[in-house]
């Protein structure tokens, strides 16, 4: 299994950014993905999940109504639009496939003006 992100970088807050996930090495259309993040000094949180036809759907509380997971299964790629970024959202940025237990390297997000 191998999930690589990007899509990270610097920006201010109420700005957007789009995180990409490829996957590879395993059939991706047939599995949930996850994406986490991890802001230094706190432990890593479940942010958005989505099945494996991309018809379900949940998100943390934080992110409710700024953030979209989203996936593309004929490109395996999962997405992350954020929306009205907060400096709070400052973290690494993880894809996860849950079944087979595959962790990316983690991209970097932060907010700031």
């Known amino acids: 299994v191998q999930l690589v992100e990007s899509g990270g970088g610097l920006v201010q807050p109420g700005g957007s950014l789009r995180l990409s996930c490829a996957a590879s090495?395993?059939?991706?259309?047939?599995?949930?993905m996850n994406w986490y993040r991890q802001a230094p000094g706190k432990e890593r949180e479940l942010v958005a999940s989505i099945s494996s036809t991309g018809s379900s759907t949940d998100y943390a509380d934080p992110v409710k109504g700024r953030f979209t997971i989203s996936r593309d299964n004929a490109k395996n790629t999962l997405y992350l639009q954020m929306n009205s970024l907060k400096p709070e959202d400052t973290a690494v940025y993880y894809c996860n496939a849950p079944r087979q237990a595959a962790w990316g390297q983690g991209t970097q997000v932060t907010v700031s003006s």
């Open positions: 090495r395993f059939t991706f259309s047939r599995y949930p």
